[in-house]
């Protein structure tokens, strides 16, 4: 880890009105998974959310963003960043086990997919950012290795209760242009390394390292405003946008 604290924007993923029974206690009140990324500027590609079924999650309610699920840890986190109203202070509304927070309907900022779910990742850790992540198949070798195992194996869908209609229309965006590597980079150097699944920890390792500085020096956005701008000069601006339309806020740990 560096020497300071790593900033995320945490995306705010709606959860989609009627409430699931899990949730039912919080109606009339909005409810967000938040998802902590470093890479605001791919959120036009989202199609799902990541939970780990095995990690404890936790609601709690913020000043003036409704209520949050995410881990006990980051609330603890948030709390010291002026998410409640006691510094240092937050109520756990509920607890709830990753696996009850599957197959949940979300609307999430800037993707072309009006609804998106939440869909079971195992090779989330608990001790980083908010134990959720959102998915960008198009650009994150680990989005796309996780999504490819759920849509090429009908019974892990079935262990966690995920219908087909949750996954099999959710297609990569193309969404960034790579020089070398396309418009779906995370597609490209999944079949050039020949990735099995999202447990391949080396080859995932070897496809971050060569899609991620490639994309944000010469990476170009194919979409949104900002289309046709490399990535390193309007990344800021993206954020900004996505906290200024109130789908986002920043988290430091
Ligand atoms: B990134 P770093 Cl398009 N466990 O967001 C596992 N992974 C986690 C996590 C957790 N608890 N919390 C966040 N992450 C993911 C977008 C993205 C990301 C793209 C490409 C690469 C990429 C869409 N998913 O990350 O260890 C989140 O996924 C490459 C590492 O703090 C977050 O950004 O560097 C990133 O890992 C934070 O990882």
């Known amino acids: 880890e560096g020497a300071g604290p790593q900033e995320y924007t945490l995306i705010k993923l709606e959860v989609i009105k009627p409430y699931p029974e899990v949730l039912k206690s919080f109606e009339g009140k909005p409810v967000s998974f938040v998802a902590a990324t470093l890479r605001p500027e791919t959120m036009y590609g989202q199609t799902n959310c990541w939970i780990h079924p095995d990690i404890k999650y936790i609601a709690f309610e913020t000043v003036n963003n409704g209520i ?8 603890r986190n948030m709390s010291y960043q002026g998410f409640t ?51 960008v198949p198009s650009d994150s070798p680990d989005d796309y290795a996780a999504l ?19 996954i099999l229309p959710y297609k990569p965006v193309p969404i960034l242009e790579i020089p070398e590597y396309g418009n779906l980079s995370a597609v490209y150097v999944y079949d050039k390394l020949k990735i099995q699944s999202q447990n391949d920890k080396e080859k995932l390792t070897q496809a971050k390292e060569m899609v991620y500085l490639k994309g944000f020096y010469d990476g170009v956005l194919l979409v949104g405003e900002y289309k046709g701008s490399k990535i390193q000069d309007v990344k800021k601006n993206l954020q900004a946008k996505l906290i200024k339309e109130n789908g986002a806020v920043i988290y430091y740990e």
């Open 85 to 135: 109203v006691k510094d240092g202070d937050f109520k756990v509304e509920k607890e709830i086990l990753g696996q009850d927070l599957l197959g949940i309907a979300l609307k999430s900022p800037l993707t072309c997919y009006p609804k998106i779910y939440s869909l079971p990742m195992l090779t989330i850790k608990e001790d980083k950012g908010t134990g959720i992540v959102t998915s």
């Open 68 to 75: 949050f699920i995410c881990t006990n840890r980051a609330a």
């Open 148 to 166: 490819v195992d759920l849509q090429k194996k009908p019974a892990f869908r079935e262990k966690y209760g995920i219908e087909d209609d949750m």
